[in-house]
Nanobody
């Protein structure tokens, strides 16, 4: 499975952006696609994830109520709608995928497929 992230950009605080993760290759119904982000000098952290097909999802506490992850199977795409962005959301965002068997949402090591990053910059 190959993943490709897009949709980053620069916005002011309070603004919105929509990231997209396009997939190619076989994705089974229990495949998990998540978004991670990495700010300069910080660890890569889990943002949100969704299970392909059953819409089971999870969010980091820092983005709950502001970000929404969605899947579009017909378009083979997962999106991350980001509203009310804050300067602390500034980071490179990555989409990642793994089979849903075992592992936890935020376990980076369990993800076997990673897309390239897309930069999100939020100014105050």
């Amino acid at each position: 499975v190959q993943l490709q992230a897009s949709g980053g950009g620069a916005v002011q605080a309070g603004g919105s952006l929509r990231l997209s993760c396009s997939t190619s290759g076989r994705t089974d119904s229990n495949y998990v696609i998540s978004w991670f982000r990495q700010a300069p000098g910080k660890e890569r952290e889990f943002v949100a994830g969704i299970t392909w097909g059953n819409h089971n999802n999870a969010y980091a506490d820092s983005v709950k109520g502001r970000f929404t992850i969605s899947e579009y199977r017909d378009k083979r795409m997962v999106t991350l709608q980001m509203n009310n962005l804050k300067p602390e959301d500034t980071a490179v965002y990555y989409c990642a995928g793994r089979l849903g068997i075992g592992g936890s949402w935020n376990d980076k090591a369990s993800y076997t497929n990673w897309g390239q990053g897309t930069q999100v910059t939020v100014s105050s």
